[in-house]
């Protein structure tokens, strides 16, 4: 049972990271595959503060470590999508890379290569969070309250304004809207979704290192996406939920140990490039 | 490390790094695909070249027989991935979607086969060294210094002086044109892969076997050379091997001051710069 | 007295080709002006030098006595300057409606925080805007098209509901881009009839058009354009019947 409630509480914190790379990559239409990295920071972050000699509490640190990641994806963002898309592939890789870098060589903030361990356990306004059962009801919480806030997105003008942009942004910048803005915007509330899964993430596993937060995590999070659906509700839940029952299949077949993560990631190359080529809609999305 | 020494390493790298820059470049300016999938084919050069070598085929020959492999395997790309896509309207994001999805098929792949250990070849002139003054290089760096540069040489020779070269660029320089004139721009994109896909053997063989083979190292290579590309300006072919060389030195130069680790940071912070101040590049193309 | 709309010395190449040419004009406020000339002679340019798009080698356009030098799209259209594009540009997948909608300026709701933390107020705001853009919709003749989608409307469908998407932004200066062009004799006679009841309700426009039927139907000033220059300036029924003119139109050598 507590197996079932850990692989629905990854889950949930991955509908998390999948709502957030959906509006980046889904909904606004931009390459990123940073994303692994702003969770990392959002954990770190979160990580930090509570094991701080003046420690604060889970949901202050969690406040801090969203705020930290949407200036992150703003100042990435910002400057690189008033050039052009292709400058943001570059600059997503490099922040992918570099955060990688920082993760694994800064032993001072995040403990290397080697990780940080003894992650205390969240609590909600005094209220400890330590079973795994309880984890499930605090990440269902935060789950059902991000898929809240990107339906109500979509279904307000800024989902509108943002759907015109994908179609045309040139007509939308003739209409007299700030086509930029509305990107950065995006672009913000991702980092938001993404640093609060990170402090999930930390405190359930109570221990984080640099190898969850990889260009491969990445590649992970996009692979999400791209099978579940880009730019719906639904695409977002039905990703992760799929994606991360995945290794429990591959264990079925006889893969050795050694090449295990190597034989995962090719399944999400191959998935990639079949759903690209075949059903690029994904499962229950629209097309990309 | 003297910092001559450090200036010459980073000469090597460069070079080696600007072969790269250039076939990207090449496959950029013309496809208008961001091919991150290049990084696979530089990557499977080296451990094909290392498959030969190890089962006794001379190097020469090892070399040869991985850049026909990899010729292959670009053209491949373009015309079952690619092309496809193309056919079906696809956007731009789709299309660098798959080609990320290749490039982790392609990694991944040689990770299962020949694991995820560094892997070195066993040629034994290619680590003897050579000593100028304070500086020693070894024959793979100078070789690597050698043929990138006559790689170099070669590609403006090729684009300028040849009936293929100038349709690229031709095609290059206006896609709808090359539509409804009779360049053929679908064939040529295969051509101009093919070729990128050969060029980028050259270093995917010469800096493994300085520095070793690992699955994962063909990521920071490309992603340095597109720095490089972009910096030069995009379709400058000399842009993209100056700065090649000149982001090289810079890092080498900066292990003075910083650790290895941050190398990273620091090409970074050259593109930063150019983004902010001169995102055209240096020799922009007209 | 300053000019409503004035351009000058409008110098632009495009690589070698020169597309801008001293080009100079004025528009008056509330007259229908219509910008005819060859294919190639810069009108579409002019446009996008106008509304902010394409930033001029050389010379500068003044809006109401306020340069315009350097504003980006979405500034000059809160100026009151909108423009429809030749090719339409409409979001095809978004409903007559949105398309309209996406066009109002000010509503409660169009950035993430709004929309999250006041759900009901955004809808509510909502509610009204909705009523404007059908208001707009009716103006235009759309009314009964307003929640198909775009793909699902014929082309003279589309090209009234580009016009009623700059009428959205609330622009009073009107840059349309051959409105009439393609459409059959009925849809032909509603755009101009359109364009007739804009002027009525205040608004200025700069028209580019082909079809000298339509011009003489309604422009009240006509400006030649040839060559990125400015050739000839006055009533519609002089420019039209100008032979030196019309040379240039249609058989003259570009």
Not at chain 1, 144 to 149: H, I, S
Not at chain 3, 31 to 48: D, Q, W
Not at chain 3, 154 to 166: F, P
């Amino acid at each position: 049972m507590d197996f079932l409630f850990s692989y629905i509480v990854l889950a949930e914190i991955y509908v998390l990271l999948g709502l957030s790379t959906n509006l980046l990559v889904g909904i606004v239409g931009i390459f990123s595959i940073s994303q692994a990295a702003v969770f990392g920071v959002g954990a770190y972050i979160v990580a930090h503060f509570l094991m701080a000699d003046l420690a604060l509490s889970f949901i202050p640190s969690l406040a801090i470590a969203a705020a930290g990641c949407v200036a992150l994806n703003v100042i990435v963002t910002l400057p690189s999508l008033r050039v052009s898309g292709d400058y943001f592939v570059v600059t997503s890789f490099g922040i992918q890379l570099l955060a990688t870098a920082v993760f694994t060589n800064w032993t001072a903030g995040t403990g290397g290569a080697n990780g940080l361990p003894g992650i205390p356990p969240p609590d909600v306004f005094g209220l400890p969070i330590e079973t795994t059962g309880q984890y499930v009801l605090l990440c269902s919480a935060a789950s059902a309250l991000g898929c809240l806030a990107f339906w109500l997105i979509m279904g307000a003008p800024f989902g509108r304004l943002l759907r015109a942009i994908r179609e045309d942004e040139i007509a939308v910048a003739a209409a007299g809207k700030n086509v930029l803005a509305a990107k950065v915007s995006a672009a913000a509330l991702a980092g938001a979704f993404a640093g609060t899964a990170g402090g999930l993430y930390a405190t359930f596993l109570s221990f984080i290192d640099p190898s969850s937060f990889d260009l491969d995590a990445s590649i992970l999070l996009l692979t999400m996406v791209v099978v579940g659906g880009a730019r719906t509700l639904a695409g977002s839940i039905v990703g992760p939920f799929l994606l991360l029952a995945l290794p429990q299949l591959l264990t079925l077949v006889d893969i050795p140990t050694t090449i295990a993560a190597a034989a995962r990631q090719l399944l999400y190359g191959l998935l990639l490039i079949a759903f690209m080529l075949f059903r690029p809609q994904g499962l229950a999305g629209e097309r990309l | 490390m003297l910092p001559l020494q450090l200036l010459v390493n980073g000469l090597v790298t460069g070079c080696a790094l600007g072969v790269v820059a250039i076939s990207f470049s090449l496959v950029y300016a013309t496809t208008k695909i961001f091919h991150v999938a290049h990084a696979g084919v530089y990557t499977l050069a080296g451990y094909l070249a290392w498959s030969l070598s190890t089962h006794g085929v001379p190097s020469v020959l090892a070399l040869l027989l991985a850049m026909a492999a990899c010729t292959a395997l670009g053209a491949l790309i373009q015309t079952q991935l690619y092309a496809r896509l193309e056919r079906r309207h696809a956007t731009h994001l789709v299309v660098l979607i798959a080609s990320l999805g290749a490039l982790a098929v392609m990694q991944n792949i040689i990770a299962a086969v020949y694991t995820p250990n560094i892997l070195q070849f066993a040629v034994p002139w290619s680590s003897r060294m050579v000593a100028a003054g304070s500086i020693r290089l070894n024959y793979t760096q100078m070789l690597t210094i050698v043929l990138s540069l006559a790689a170099y040489a070669g590609t403006m020779l090729f684009a300028h002086r040849t009936i293929l070269g100038k349709r690229i660029r031709a095609v290059a320089a206006n896609p709808f044109l090359a539509e409804i004139t009779r360049l053929e721009p679908r064939t040529v994109y295969v051509y101009v892969i093919a070729i990128a896909s050969a060029l980028v053997c050259l270093p995917g063989v010469l800096v493994p076997l300085d520095l070793g083979l690992q699955p994962y190292n063909g990521v920071t290579p490309l992603l340095t050379a597109t720095i490089a590309m972009i910096a030069g300006g995009v379709g400058s072919i000399s842009g993209a091997f100056v700065l090649s060389v000149a982001i090289a030195v810079v890092q080498n130069l900066s292990l003075l001051v910083i650790p290895g680790e941050w190398s990273i940071g620091v090409t970074f912070f050259i593109f930063v710069i150019f983004m902010l101040f001169r995102p055209t590049g240096l020799f922009a193309a007209r | 007295m300053t000019a409503y709309l004035q351009v000058d010395g409008l110098d632009h190449s495009f690589g070698g080709l020169r597309a801008l040419n001293e080009c100079s004009f004025t528009i008056e406020q509330g007259r229908i002006t219509c910008l005819v000339g060859p294919n190639g002679a810069g009108k579409t340019t002019i446009f996008n030098v106008i509304t902010g798009f394409l930033r001029p080698d050389e010379g500068s356009v003044t809006f109401r006595g306020r340069k315009l030098d350097g504003l980006r799209p979405q500034a000059i259209v809160h100026q009151g300057i909108a423009r429809t594009f030749q090719n339409l540009r409409l979001f095809a997948d978004l409903t007559a409606l949105d398309n309209v909608l996406v066009g109002i300026a000010g509503q409660f709701g169009e950035e993430p925080l709004g929309a999250i933390f006041r759900p009901l107020h955004t809808a509510r705001a909502q509610a009204r805007r909705k009523q404007q853009a059908l208001r707009t919709l009716e103006h235009v003749g759309l009314a009964a098209r307003a929640a198909d989608l775009v793909r699902n409307l014929s082309y003279g469908e589309q090209k009234l509901l580009t016009i009623a998407r700059v009428l959205a932004t609330g622009a009073e200066l009107l840059l349309l881009d051959e409105p009439a062009s393609g459409l059959s004799a009925g849809a032909l006679d509603a755009v101009m009839a359109l364009l007739r009841r804009l002027q009525a309700d205040g608004k200025t426009l700069l028209v580019v058009e082909h079809n000298t039927r339509v011009v003489q139907q309604i422009a009240d000033e006509v400006l030649f354009l040839h060559q990125g220059h400015l050739m000839a300036q006055g009533a519609p029924e002089r420019i039209v019947s100008d032979p030196a003119l019309a040379e240039i139109y249609f058989g003259g050598a570009i």
